[in-house]
């Protein structure tokens, strides 16, 4: 049975940092990709960033650029996503999805099947 489950979420002030963590079972990271998405207060689910675990291509919502890193563990079936500088925008629910993958394939427009559950980052002064 695939299983995500996200922790790692919770409250900081602007500029603070926060660190999602992803952790998968029931299928290997290795042929797969894994997205984390956002889900803002009234707003609908937006890719914040992804990464091809057979190549090790990432993609980054441009807002996100520079302040978010992606990465992965596969040795626990992990995969992180390492949010710097974070801004009231930042606020949502934050989901990792997973979807089998092939080598080349853009993260970005996999069609994710798996979902967690979300956790929740809230940014506020």
């Known amino acids: 049975q695939v299983q995500l489950v996200e922790s790692g979420g919770g409250s900081v002030q602007p500029g603070g940092s926060l660190r999602l963590s992803c952790a998968v079972s029931g299928f290997s990271l290795d042929n797969s990709a894994i997205g984390w998405f956002r889900q803002a207060p009234g707003k609908g689910h937006e890719g914040i960033s992804c990464?091809?675990?057979?190549?090790?291509?990432?993609y980054y919502k441009d807002s996100v650029k520079g302040r978010f890193t992606i990465s992965r563990d596969n040795a626990k079936n992990t995969v992180f996503l390492q949010m710097n500088s974070l801004e009231s925008e930042d606020t949502g629910v934050y989901s990792c999805?997973?979807?089998?993958?092939?080598?080349?394939?853009?993260?970005?427009?996999?069609?994710?099947?798996?979902w967690g559950q979300g956790t929740q980052v809230t940014v506020s002064p």
């Open positions: 999805a997973a979807v089998p993958i092939k080598l080349g394939s853009r993260c970005q427009e996999a069609p994710y099947a798996s």
């Open positions: 990464i091809n675990n057979i190549d090790g291509s990432t």
